[in-house]
């Protein structure tokens, strides 16, 4: 026999003897199943042992996630639908006459999409909503609303902060009257803000949650009133000074061709002045009004029970396992 198969056959051996002293035995008989059937065998006895604390935690779990779901306050969200309110009155005019305006520092119109654009980051802002919770005194309706009676039809106020026969907030800070900040305010109002823009139509989609769908409502109706106003307000002030500025560049020049340039570029001026005077919905038309919402919106109480019950069955498992493991089952 040669070297190598010496060799072979002492390997053979050592492994067979390795195989012959590990092999666990059971009724005397040796077994051929694998060390990992017999470790989830014993899983199973543990957790089978266990059952019942299982069941008793998953239980306890499912019955706070219930009382916990319940206590939660439902809010409401109304949505209103807006599309551009294109100037039609200087758009002739402001494609003939925009490189020299521009070079005039004049806007003439036209920037419509830019215009939404900034609309939806005024909206959010944080001087645009100090500006209106100051102008209609909504703090104690952002910060001091606890939930929505329903049967009556009114918000509920939290007493614990806010005196609402007196209209004051209540002491927060070594017994004195301390109101909440103008970031305070912001932080919690824009939360309950969300704007869109649909890529393909251009809609603004805007939508206010609050706890009552009433509030909810108007506020949708105020914000946008808000934003039209604001940029109104803007081009307003804007075609004034450019009609002025453009006066005097007329009385500057004595050449034909300039002056009736510069005519033309007052004219535009005039329209989006008198489109701007008489609009309502200068920026933003309204396709679909904002309702007042039937049903709440959020929270959804039983995805929370559910989640509570699932998280108590898997803490529940790990309980029995890791007990199992301290008492030697494993």
Same mark, same amino acid.
């Given at each position: ?17 390795? $195989? ?11 077994l051929s199943a694998r060390s990992d059937e017999i470790d989830l065998r014993k899983l199973w006895n543990v957790f089978w042992a266990g059952k019942w604390w299982i069941i008793g935690i998953t239980f306890l779990f499912a019955v706070a996630g219930v009382f916990y779901a319940l206590s939660l306050p439902n809010m409401y969200k109304s949505n209103g639908v807006y599309v551009s309110a294109e100037a039609q009155a200087g758009a002739g005019l402001a494609s003939q006459y925009g490189g020299l305006a521009a070079i005039a520092g004049i806007n003439l119109g036209g920037g419509e999409s830019s ?28 910060? $001091? ?22 209209? =004051? ?86 050449? $034909? ?35 007042? $919402? ?6 959804? =109480? ?29």
């Amino acid at each position: 026999m040669s070297d190598s198969e010496q060799r072979f056959d002492k390997i053979e051996q050592q492994l067979q003897a390795i $195989a012959n002293n590990q092999s666990p035995s059971m009724y005397g008989h040796p077994l051929s199943a694998r060390s990992d059937e017999i470790d989830l065998r014993k899983l199973w006895n543990v957790f089978w042992a266990g059952k019942w604390w299982i069941i008793g935690i998953t239980f306890l779990f499912a019955v706070a996630g219930v009382f916990y779901a319940l206590s939660l306050p439902n809010m409401y969200k109304s949505n209103g639908v807006y599309v551009s309110a294109e100037a039609q009155a200087g758009a002739g005019l402001a494609s003939q006459y925009g490189g020299l305006a521009a070079i005039a520092g004049i806007n003439l119109g036209g920037g419509e999409s830019s215009d939404i654009d900034q609309a939806m980051a005024l909206v959010v802002s944080w001087p645009f909503l100090e500006d209106i919770v100051s102008d209609n005194n909504l703090a104690p309706y952002v910060l $001091a609303v606890k939930e929505w009676n329903k049967k009556n039809g009114e918000v509920v106020w939290n007493s614990e902060i806010y005196d609402v026969a007196n209209k =004051k907030w209540l002491a927060t800070d070594q017994d004195k009257p301390v109101e909440p900040t103008s970031y305070d305010v912001f932080n919690a109002f824009s939360k309950m803000i969300e704007i869109s823009k649909d890529s393909k139509t251009g809609m603004v989609s805007l939508s206010v949650t609050h706890y009552s769908p009433v509030v909810a409502e108007q506020w949708v109706r105020l914000l946008m009133s808000s934003l039209n106003s604001h940029f109104q307000h803007r081009d307003v002030v804007e075609s004034r000074r450019n009609i002025e500025y453009l006066k005097s560049k007329i009385t500057e020049t004595s050449i $034909a061709e300039m002056q009736s340039v510069f005519y033309g570029m007052i004219e535009s001026q005039i329209q989006t002045l008198m489109l701007a005077e008489v609009s309502n919905e200068y920026l933003l038309k309204e396709v679909i009004p904002p309702k007042i $919402a039937e049903r709440k919106s959020k929270p959804a =109480k039983a995805v929370i029970c559910i989640l509570f019950t699932l998280f108590g069955g898997v803490f529940a498992c790990l309980f029995v396992l890791v007990r199992g493991v301290f008492k030697g089952r494993i």
